[in-house]
């Protein structure tokens, strides 16, 4: 099973910015779709981000379009997630994951990912 460890997590004001990043363990990265999700205290996690493999398609929830994007290097088996204008109700812990399903609206939640990360933790102070 490949394993995915994010990275570039923090504390961050409300208005910063964070750029996460989720490396792979293995060549095959290049043929997976790749989300984000993320999960505050006692809540479901939820999608963020997603990414198809070649990186020209991508998918972002509502509230954070025109904030975050989402991104791919495929040479280095890393995706990323850059996070602009950032908001305290963006606090959460941050995962990332891949699905062997091609990218489409109808796979933009967590059963439909395989391999998860640890979750790295973001934390926005107002």
């Known amino acids: 099973q490949v394993q995915l460890v994010e990275s570039g997590g923090g504390l961050v004001q409300a208005g910063g910015s964070l750029r996460l990043s989720c490396a792979a363990s293995e060549r095959t990265f290049g043929s997976w779709a790749m989300g984000w999700f993320r999960q505050a205290p006692g809540k479901e996690r939820e999608f963020v981000a997603a990414i198809n493999w070649r990186g020209d398609s991508t998918y972002y929830t509502d509230s954070v379009k025109g904030r975050f994007t989402i991104s791919r290097d495929n040479a280095k088996n890393t995706m990323y997630l850059q996070m602009n204008s950032l908001k305290p109700e963006d606090t959460a812990v941050y995962y990332c994951?891949?699905?062997?399903?091609?990218?489409?609206?109808?796979?933009?939640?967590?059963?439909?990912?395989?391999?998860w990360g640890q979750g790295t933790q973001v934390t926005v102070s107002s």
């Open positions: 994951a891949n699905t062997g399903f091609p990218l489409s609206p109808g796979i933009l939640e967590p059963k439909r990912f395989a391999s």
